[in-house]
């Protein structure tokens, strides 16, 4: 069963698809010099935890930079 689900859209559609707490889910939207790199998977405390990462996109020239780990306390802060 799917803890995670992801849908991506662009001129080809949508696409959709599904992570477990073993795969976990991953995702990089990017132009050629910025992109955003977002990762799903669950902590030692059985939360899911989402980390977002600013990347330098496709021409991959400089090191990716993380904004943030979260998990749901952190929509109450």
Same mark, same amino acid.
């Given at each position: 069963?799917?803890?995670? #689900?992801?849908?991506?859209r662009?001129?080809?559609?949508?696409?959709?698809?599904?992570?477990? $707490? @073993?795969?976990?889910?991953?995702? +990089?939207?990017?132009?050629? +010099?910025?992109?955003? /790199?977002? #990762?799903?998977d669950v902590?030692? @405390?059985? @939360?899911?935890?989402?980390?977002? #990462?600013?990347? !330098?996109? !496709?021409?991959? +020239?400089? !090191? /990716?930079?993380?904004?943030?780990?979260?998990? @749901?306390?952190?929509?109450? $802060?």
């Open positions: 069963m799917a803890r995670f #689900y992801a849908d991506i662009g001129n080809r559609g949508e696409a959709t698809r599904m992570g477990t $707490k @073993e795969s976990g889910m991953s995702g +990089h939207i990017r132009g050629w +010099h910025i992109g955003g /790199s977002v #990762y799903m902590n030692e @405390e059985g @939360e899911d935890v989402v980390a977002i #990462y600013l990347t !330098s996109g !496709s021409s991959g +020239h400089k !090191s /990716s930079r993380l904004l943030g780990r979260f998990t @749901e306390k952190d929509l109450d $802060k």
